[in-house]
């Protein structure tokens, strides 16, 4: 059995908490769509490596949880408002809130 997948378009950002998963995933690609591949954080291509700043940090595996760098394009949200930001590496992602606190 396939999972269907939402492919209605977001006036973005949205409220990442009151999302579905499906309805994530479908953000998540609007984002990539509209940023032309690019990740929000970095600039670089998301299906590439992140930029040297971000590859050449340390990031510590054991405080994200398990199958966080499974998936390697995220959807950044605001920790704060809860609203979505962009597509972004999973790499830029754990750096966004390991080093920025973002």
Not at 54 to 79: M, T, Y
Request: glycine share 4%.
């Amino acid at each position: 059995m396939f999972a269907t997948v939402d492919k209605r378009k977001f006036n973005l950002p949205v409220d990442y908490d009151n999302l579905k998963h499906s309805e994530k995933w479908a953000v998540r690609e609007e984002y990539r769509r509209i940023q032309k591949d690019a990740c929000w954080y970095c600039n670089k291509s998301l299906y590439a490596n992140p930029s040297k700043k971000v590859q050449k940090q340390h990031i510590f595996k054991k405080l994200f949880p398990k199958g966080f760098f499974d998936h390697p394009i995220h959807l950044h949200h605001s920790h704060d408002t809860g609203l979505t930001i962009g597509a972004v590496h999973a790499k830029c992602n754990a750096y966004l809130w390991q080093v920025e606190g973002k």
